[in-house]
């Protein structure tokens, strides 16, 4: 078999070998990327809250308040609600605004000073397009 033969038949070996490789990662790929088609349903059970009972045993706080002493029951209790304000009988004071300042005096201002046209760039055309002929002191360096 010669060298040439030999060549073009690995040739289509690989290329036949990377088009099945390629054509089965591309498909890989592309089914992972598409959802199920029935996509699972996660139930997660939340309990539910207890009910109040009228049983006060039933209740997990039972407190049971002990009998005051004779001597606490003519003492008012520690927790009343203290003396409502009185109402107000002037109306409340209101700030006055603050007086705006006086504008200011109007500044004349002059026409600004026409500025000269100044070519920035380095190419040898004027602002009226025309061309200018290059002086000797014009050269430009090819040693770049």
Known sequence: MSNALRTTALVVVAVVLGLVLG???TQAFSRTAEPAEDPAIIVTAVPAAPTPSATPSASP???ISPTPLPTEISKPPAETNPPAPKPATTAPKTVAAPKPKPAAAKK???APKPQ????DDDDEWDDDDEWDEPDDDDEVD???
């Open 116 to 119: 000269p046209v100044y070519d």
């Open 23 to 25: 054509y089965t990662v």
């Open 108 to 110: 004349t201002v002059s």
């Open 61 to 63: 706080i039972a407190t």
């Open 142 to 144: 090819d040693d770049d």
